[in-house]
């Protein structure tokens, strides 16, 4: 074979390759290079007839921009048997090598080769930035990321992972699952590998598990299977989040939510044993009351007609007695009156009631009391004002707004007034006492709710707060109008028949400036 | 009358045949032993002729031996036999269910369900029992005058 041939051969080798080559000998001079060569680095005829390595060096030098190997290097400056990837002009990415040329021990020259890695350096350099991106979020996420080979061994194991389950990645890769995983957990962790395996489920499970120190946790397992190209699964990465803390609150949260319903149940049942006690108690009173009060009544029977020395003045005594004992009755009836009122619901037992009859009978059967605390007492009543109302306990309703303006007027006089439209009756109390404050208006309609200092003034405070439920319960309202020192004008205002959506009927005080 | 059991007054009236020629036996059915004792005596000093019991079973036994009364003043808590329970009795008895009962109690609601003449509330004052009664009864110092 003559040199010819091979080196025929050989420069269509160098054209057919991707890479540009340039072979040098040792004085530094060009023997061979390829067109690739060539374009790649544009480099002028000019300077390629020169023949000169050095000068289509420095040529490539002015064509660099950067260089991407670690240690900076110019080409220029490259040992034999080294390479270096620098970035051009242009943007493309060139690996550069330089190899020794021997042949038969004998150095020959210099060998340089140089391959456009423009895109497998982008792609690697995307993989790179990616990598490094994933690296950050595995690092920094408060879930635990674990990746698992096949087997179930732990692969990969973030600081997050260290911090939930105790160990640290150097203890955990390697191991098991079983050691996170309770006994009693196992059987349902296996069931969810298996599903992953077979791409069946299993993305999404929550299991208790076990630290390091023992203790056991609560976790939210989010799982993926890894798949090669070919789908098969290599591998499944898991994120997991502690979610002890958060079932605790919330176990926390019921018990403190029926704790609470409990002692609202016991307060209830508490008022609820108050008030039957009252209840029982009120009848308890009342026997004795009643003997005590046929007595008394008796005495005057007793005594006869007949005068002797002192009867005027026993007599006296007996009747104030008498006054007495309907006082402690009327405390006992109120004490009563309140326990039933409690309830929401006060039932009615309706009939036709003529109001401003009721009304004249309540002013005569306390006409000793008003003639005692020194008020006159003027009424207006309208004729035939009727209406369906409870009898009992507009009477109640009555004698409380009159022994009030009593009470509370004492001294002044006292004006009442009834009157009606078709649909309406009005009753109207006014006095000219003490009045009201206007922060106690609401007040004084309250369960044991008093405006006045119980050293000046006797009652228990129940009075308003029983008017104001009944009053209520017959559909009606209570309007007061008042002026500390000037007196009070309470009007009861009470449909005369039943509503017929009686329970849309929202009534209560209203309050006049 | 006073207001305050006024409040719980309702008396229908008493029937004319419950008040035959002049009746003046009245029953007392009351187990607390001072209140009975005193309306025994009040209205024995009007003029009645006043019969006691302390509770309902007593009631009934002295409703075979005494003279038909013209009214019943009836107590409703009662031990052996309360109130409801004597009415319930003396119900299924066609001569004894006619006779006028008035319920003396402090729980006048409770007395609702009670077929009474009417019902009066403890405290009831003297003079209340007395005008109920005579309403029922002719009383020995009314057919003197």
Known sequence: ?513 | MESSERRQHEVRGCEPEGRAESCDAILVVEDDDLIRETLQFALDLAGYRVFAAANGKEGIELLTSMPRPCLILLDLMMPVMNGWEFVEAIGHDAELTTIPIVVVTAFAEKARSIRAHGVLSKPASLSTVLAVVSECCTSSRDALT
């Open chain 1, 1 to 513: 074979m003559t040199d010819a041939v091979p080196f025929a051969l050989f420069t269509s080798v160098l054209d057919a390759i991707s890479d540009g080559v340039m072979v040098v000998d040792e004085a530094g001079t060009i023997t061979h290079f390829n067109h690739q060569f060539v374009r790649m680095w544009s480099i002028p005829d000019a300077i390629l007839a020169t023949r000169s390595e050095r000068r289509v060096l420095d040529h490539m030098a002015q064509q660099q921009a950067s260089s991407k190997t670690p240690e900076p290097r110019t080409l220029g400056s490259l040992d034999v048997a080294s390479e270096v990837v620098i970035e051009l002009m242009n943007a493309s990415i060139i690996e550069c090598r330089v190899r020794s040329c021997r042949i038969r021990d004998e150095v020959m020259g210099r060998i340089w080769t140089f391959a456009d890695i423009t895109e497998r350096w982008t792609e690697e350099e995307e993989n790179r930035r990616s990598r490094q991106l994933l690296a950050l979020h595995v690092q920094q996420t408060p879930l635990a990321v674990i990746r698992w080979g096949l087997d179930f061994t732990v692969r990969e194991w973030n600081p997050a992972a260290e911090r939930i389950f105790g160990y640290p990645a150097s203890e955990a890769i390697g191991r098991h699952a079983s050691f996170i995983v309770p006994e009693h957990a196992r059987s349902q962790v296996q069931g969810v590998w298996e599903g992953l395996l077979a791409h069946r489920s299993g993305h999404r499970s929550s299991n208790d598990n076990v630290t390091a120190a023992g203790e056991t946790i609560h976790c939210e397992w989010y799982n993926t299977p890894l798949v090669d190209a070919s789908d098969a699964v290599v591998g499944v990465a898991s994120l997991v989040e502690d979610i002890t803390a958060r079932r605790r609150l919330e176990h926390e949260r019921e018990v403190l939510l029926e704790r609470e319903h409990e002692a609202r149940v016991d307060a209830e049942e508490l008022v609820q044993v108050r008030d039957d006690f009252i209840a029982v108690a009120s009848h308890e009173l009342r026997t004795p009351l009643s003997a005590l009060k046929l007595q008394l009544e008796l005495i005057p029977q007793i005594l006869g007609p007949t005068a002797f020395p002192g009867k005027e003045r026993f007599e006296a005594l007996v009747r104030r007695s008498l006054r007495q004992l309907e006082r402690f009755v009327g405390l006992v009836n109120e004490l009563l009156d309140i326990s039933r009122a409690r309830d929401a619901s006060i039932v009615l037992e309706r009939k036709g009631v003529n109001l401003s009859r009721l009304v004249a009978s309540v002013i005569e059967q306390h006409r000793s009391e008003s003639q005692a605390a020194g008020c006159i007492v003027t009424a207006d009543l309208v004729d035939a004002v009727d209406g369906q109302w409870d009898p009992i306990r507009l009477e109640q309703v009555v004698v409380n707004l009159f022994i009030n303006a009593i009470k509370y007027g004492a001294g002044k006089p006292i004006e009442i007034e009834v009157r009606s439209d078709p649909d309406t009756a009005w009753l109207v109390v006014r006095d000219h006492g003490i009045g009201v404050r206007p922060e106690d208006r609401e007040r004084i309609f309250e369960r044991f709710g008093r405006a006045v200092p119980v050293t000046h003034y006797r009652g228990l405070g129940l009075g308003l707060y029983i008017t104001h439920q009944i009053v209520r319960a017959h559909g009606g309202r209570i309007v007061l109008d008042s002026e500390p020192g000037q007196g009070s004008t309470f009007t009861i205002e009470l449909p005369r028949r039943v509503a017929t959506t009686e329970a849309s009927v929202q009534p209560t005080v209203s309050l006049h400036p």
